[in-house]
T-cell receptor, first 112, second 114 residues
């Protein structure tokens, strides 16, 4: 069936380096793709989203890239900090359908 | 302002017992969602309330699961005759209507069924 999945379950990055977290999706009908961050013991927190008619969107230290040709989504985090250590989930949504479909998640660990 | 709150934070129950989990959404958020997160996994959608519309119950895994919402405020998720496979973190989120891609999550209730 339709699903949102991730390439890698874990990622370790040196502090100060850039991180790239990847996500593959199979439902080309999704209108939005979203990234959430979940720190240990907390609920997920919205980071950034991108509409399906866009290729790139930038936020504060984060950039999301959408490649519809290969159904691939990525989250780039610039100059990673210890506070970036968390599990990152991609999710998809549709106009008029408010529930989110989440992927499994990637654990990002920042090495001091 | 205050975020989404959930209670209890932890619940240990015996198999076969009923449990009630509570969620207080952010004031003004008319949309409310429940998700289940098993250890090391992603979030599974359970149910969605939007204002006075009929809830979207399409994610409830069995008839042992039910949820209610009082107006546009508190919601309660009830699990009857709990099973060990119900052990998980239950997360509640709220959002403005039409802004479901930006949901605000509570800290969750960790349910352990022994």
């Amino acid at each position: 069936g339709e699903s949102v999945g991730l390439h890698l379950p874990t990622l370790s990055v040196q502090e100060g380096d850039n991180s790239i977290i990847n996500c593959a999706y199979s439902n080309s009908a999704s209108d939005y793709f979203i990234w959430y961050k979940q720190e240990s013991g907390k609920g997920p927190q919205f980071i950034i989203d991108i509409r399906s008619n866009m290729d790139k969107r930038q936020g504060q230290r984060v950039t999301v890239l959408l490649n519809k040709t290969v159904k691939h989504l990525s989250l780039q985090i610039a100059a990673t900090q210890p506070g970036d250590s968390a599990v990152y989930f991609c999710a998809e949504a549709y106009f008029g359908n408010e529930k989110l479909t989440f992927g499994t998640g990637t654990r990002l660990t920042i090495i001091p | 302002g205050a975020g989404v709150s959930q209670s209890p934070s932890n619940k240990v129950t015996e198999k076969g017992k009923d449990v009630e989990l509570r969620c207080d959404p952010i004031s003004g958020h008319t949309a409310l969602y429940w998700y289940r997160q098993r250890l090391g996994q992603g979030l599974e959608f359970l149910i969605y309330f939007q204002g006075n519309s009929a809830p979207d119950k399409s994610g409830l895994p069995s008839d042992r699961f039910s949820a209610e919402r009082t107006g546009e405020s508190v919601s309660t998720l009830t699990i009857q005759r709990t099973q060990q496979e119900d052990s998980a973190v239950y997360l509640c989120a709220s959002s403005f209507v039409g802004q479901g891609r930006e949901q605000y999550f509570g800290p969750g209730t960790r349910l352990t069924v022994t």
